[in-house]
Nanobody, 127 residues
């Protein structure tokens, strides 16, 4: 089993920054892909960013490119999402997730790929 615990959400004004953390416990694999998804009220959950545990390649949805940065600390089994220049439309519950399978260029954005999920952390951006 793998457990994921997010932290770092909160309320921030537009233009501000937040850093989300996702601590991973349980079994670990060097071939993981870790990702952040978000779900705004009344909307479906959407992909935000992903990072390959081995090599550290990163991937982003277009709406956050240049503002968000996903990173990892292998020694601490922790994934981060640094969010800068936040906008009201970034308001959502943010979830981290792990895909234990082989990385796929065409499906890493799909939530069905991911095997374990955290409980989510609320991010609210006021205008």
């Amino acid at each position: 089993q793998v457990q994921l615990v997010e932290s770092g959400g909160g309320l921030v004004q537009a233009g501000g920054s937040l850093r989300l953390s996702c601590a991973v416990s349980g079994r670990t694999f060097s071939t993981w892909t870790m990702a952040w998804f978000r779900q705004a009220p009344g909307k479906e959950r959407e992909f935000v960013a992903a990072i390959r545990w081995s090599g550290g390649s990163t991937y982003y949805v277009d709406s956050v490119k240049g503002r968000f940065t996903i990173s990892r600390d292998n020694a601490k089994n922790t994934v981060f999402l640094q969010m800068n220049s936040l906008k009201p439309e970034d308001t959502a519950v943010y979830y981290c997730a792990v895909d234990l399978g082989t990385f796929s260029d065409w499906s890493y954005r799909l939530e069905g790929r991911y095997d374990f999920w955290g409980q989510g952390t609320q991010v609210t951006v006021s205008s």
